[in-house]
């Protein structure tokens, strides 16, 4: 909680673990200046908030950026936020009176504008991804089950735009496993982004290929799988689930 944010103004969060717990907007450091004061000292307005901070103390409480951005966009842009993280912020009742002060006077005239712009991920200024590193990003939050945290930190980006993968931003990009990072198991199933899916049901000693994976595909053949490194690239483990909707759709 050191850093100083001097005249900076933009969206912020009170984070536990990487999960949102109030969204806000306006000058950073006055608000996380004013923030801790009043959670320090028991008086601060939310009082689930306040209850929180009480259990899990100081040190787990984080003051996370979620964009920046001007004064005169910054209730709009909040206003976004608060409504995609709804399902975990304490302050969700703020969002009828934050979308009243943005219909009102100034702000009404940017409101559609910049809400289109916040929804489009390669026009948003926060975002600097490819699709490459928008689905292994997928992959490390889906199924590597990596904290959001740990995502952010290894792409330079927020938590909260780590969550937002895959919904709003970057829509339809799938789960890849980035290169070196997946590694077959048997008794697992795999899709490949070319749609080919299999099934890996035992190791073998064979004459041509050596030791290898035998995988059966959802075309029902039997094919021979590497198992030195690379051979997993590119390939995402799917559930019992989705690999049995190839018999049953």
Known sequence: ???KFNSETGVYGWAVNSEFKYVGSGNLESRKSNHLALLRRGKHKNKKLQNLF???GESNFSFEVIEYCNKTNSLIVEKYYKDLLKDSIFNVRD???TKKQIRRGK???NYKNKLSEVNTGVNNPNCRLNEIQASNIIWYRD???LLHRE????YGITPSHVNRIGKDKWKGVKAVAPA???AFEIGKYYKHPTGEEMSLLCEIDTTVYGKCYVGETNRGELIPIGMGEGFADNWTEITYEEWMKNFTE
């Open 107 to 109: 702000h009404s005239s």
């Open 95 to 97: 969002i009828v009176s």
């Open 1 to 3: 909680m050191k850093k």
């Open 54 to 56: 009480n259990i899990v």
């Open 151 to 154: 995502i952010a930190e290894m």
């Open 180 to 182: 070196g990072e997946m």
């Open 143 to 145: 199924y590597k089950k």
